[in-house]
């Protein structure tokens, strides 16, 4: 059973800067291709950034796009989202997810392609 564990979030003022990680406890990590979406209060969960399981195709929202990088270490388990220049609008609570390797260009948006999901972490940015 694969279980994600998300960290790294917190509060930080507009301009700042927040490192999310997610980890797989289950050492199955490269066999999935893997996203990052979030949800902030009273809107729809959306999607943010997605990486390929050996990290050769990256896909970010165009909100994020520019200030967002996604990464991950397969050696380690471990995905990660750099966030830089935060904006009170990126405040929500993020998820990391994993889909199975596949059809990475057609899948990463669609939530109900992720079958993993980890519990979420906050990220509350004040202006």
């Known amino acids: 059973q694969v279980q994600l564990v998300e960290s790294g979030g917190g509060l930080v003022q507009a301009g700042g800067s927040l490192r999310l990680s997610c980890a797989d406890s289950?050492?199955?990590?490269?066999?999935?291709?893997m996203g990052w979406f979030r949800q902030a209060p009273g809107l729809e969960r959306e999607f943010v950034a997605a990486?390929?399981?050996?990290?050769?195709?990256?896909v970010y929202a165009d909100s994020v796009k520019g200030r967002f990088t996604i990464s991950r270490d397969n050696g380690k388990n471990t995905a990660y989202l750099q966030m830089n220049s935060l904006k009170p609008e990126d405040t929500a609570v993020y998820y990391c997810?994993?889909?199975?390797?596949?059809?990475?260009?057609?899948?990463?948006?669609?939530?109900?392609?992720?079958?993993?999901w980890g519990q979420g972490t906050q990220v509350t940015v004040s202006s």
């Open positions: 990486i390929s399981w050996g990290g050769a195709s990256i």
């Open positions: 997810a994993l889909f199975r390797r596949g059809l990475f260009n057609s899948d990463y948006g669609r939530e109900a392609k992720y079958g993993y």
């Open positions: 289950e050492r199955t990590f490269s066999a999935y291709n």
